[in-house]
Nanobody
Framework: QVQLVESGGGLVQPGGSLRLSCTAS????????MGWYRQAPGKQRQWVAS????????NYADFVEGRFTISRDNAKNTVYLQMNSLQVEDTAVYYC????????WGQGTQVTVSS
């Protein structure tokens, strides 16, 4: 298991920006692709973005394409999610994890977009 700790969430106005971080407990992090996910109140968790081990490939859900950017720093065992042009609909708890794995979920970080 790789323990994951998300941070960087908060309250932001529509149109604002936040940068989320997710730090892994083990250096083995660098051999896994990583993804960001989110879960809004009353809804199922959904995939947001993913990144390959060498950062060469990134993929985004349609609803964040062009607004969010995923990146990683393997030396710091950390994956980031830069979120720009935030919308009220982006309000959710954001999580990172290894796509398609049985790895446990962290506690997530709350992002609230509100005026």
């Amino acid at each position: 298991q790789v323990q994951l700790v998300e941070s960087g969430g908060g309250l932001v106005q529509p149109g604002g920006s936040l940068r989320l971080s997710c730090t892994a407990s083990r250096s083995i992090f660098k051999i896994f692709p990583m993804g960001w996910y989110r879960q809004a109140p009353g809804k199922q968790r959904q995939w947001v973005a993913s990144i390959s081990t060498d950062s060469g490939t990134t993929n985004y859900a349609d609803f964040v394409e062009g607004r969010f950017t995923i990146s990683r720093d393997n030396a710091k065992n950390t994956v980031y999610l830069q979120m720009n042009s935030l919308q009220v609909e982006d309000t959710a708890v954001y999580y990172c994890n290894i796509p398609g794995s049985e790895n446990s979920w962290g506690q997530g970080t709350q992002v609230t977009v509100s005026s």
